[in-house]
């Protein structure tokens, strides 16, 4: 168990899906969850569902997105939270959403919005509560990445470049902390039953007639439409969300999902030839 008792959570994304599912299992877990959208609005069922539990849920609203020097920013709002709530003890960097398609369909606005949301946007928000975490020599970064930060496929290039991203950052961020106190840990989820697909932006020439991926994209919708039925249920990463707070020396990577640990299995035992043609298989 960890040494110095972490109870503030700091959870982006928090309104829908993992974020969610993360904040209620935490709060009546005891722990004072601060969890943020860009809509305060969408946050008010959660505050009426974790009434009566043994914690507390404090919803706020912030944009990640918006640049340093903005009011409402990641560096003028979180400092704040600080400052009402005490240190922020875990980071939970939720928040994330999936650029779909051909990399040939995108541009490069919508590839800048990608890394914006999944990469800069946690490292800012870790920069933010480091200095005090390292101060009082404990704190718990817990970046939500995904099976895709290790496995490529078809039409996900966009989205797994930015968790690949992520994943080395982690590291990074890990490695550097160590002699501190603070832990960095990895979440790489499979197939989970969240609003994640909805909320997925595809690429401004995905459906393009004039590129040549439509039949491709059709084999791959079909395809993956059957992989539906192996979808977990997000309390599981809620769980251990509370395990890597709670472990002493929380490990770097935590593939979660049959399905994740398979994918990451064969990406590392298999020559690199057979890996691509069987995920080109299995893909389209």
Not at 19 to 24: D, I, R, W
Not at 159 to 178: G, N
Request: aromatic letters at 8%.
């Amino acid at each position: 168990m960890a040494t110095r008792k972490l109870n503030n959570v700091l959870i982006t994304g928090a309104s829908t899906g993992i974020g969610k599912v993360a904040s209620l299992y935490l709060a009546e877990k005891g722990y004072k969850v601060i969890g943020t959208s860009r809509s305060l609005e969408k946050l008010g069922p959660i505050v009426a569902e974790a009434n009566g539990s043994k914690g507390t849920f404090v919803p706020v609203e912030l944009d990640i997105n918006l640049p340093s020097g903005q009011p409402g920013c990641i560096e003028d709002v979180v400092p704040r939270l600080a400052e009402e709530h005490g240190t922020i003890d875990v980071l939970v960097n939720n928040a994330g959403y999936a650029l779909w398609g051909p990399l040939e369909s995108m541009t490069p606005e919508q590839m800048v919005d990608q890394f914006t949301t999944n990469v800069f946007a946690p490292f800012r928000l870790s920069n933010t509560v480091l200095p005090a975490m390292r101060q009082q020599a404990a704190g718990r970064i817990i970046n939500i990445s995904s099976v895709a930060g290790w496995v490529v496929t078809p039409f996900n290039g966009a989205y797994a470049s930015s968790k690949f991203a992520l994943e080395a950052q982690s590291q990074a961020l890990r490695m550097e902390l160590s002699p501190f106190g603070v832990k960095v840990s990895l979440i790489e989820p499979g197939l989970f039953d969240s609003e994640f697909q909805n909320n997925t932006v595809d690429g401004e020439q995905a459906e393009s007639p004039e590129l040549p991926y439509g039949p491709h994209i059709a084999a791959y919708r079909r395809k993956h439409g059957r992989f539906r039925v192996l979808t977990h249920d997000p309390i599981r990463i809620a769980r251990l969300i509370d395990r890597i707070i709670t472990t002493r020396n929380p490990k770097l990577s935590y593939p979660i999902g049959l399905e994740a640990h398979i994918g990451i299995l064969a990406s590392k035992l298999l020559p690199g030839w057979l890996f691509e043609r069987m995920v080109v298989k299995t893909s389209m």
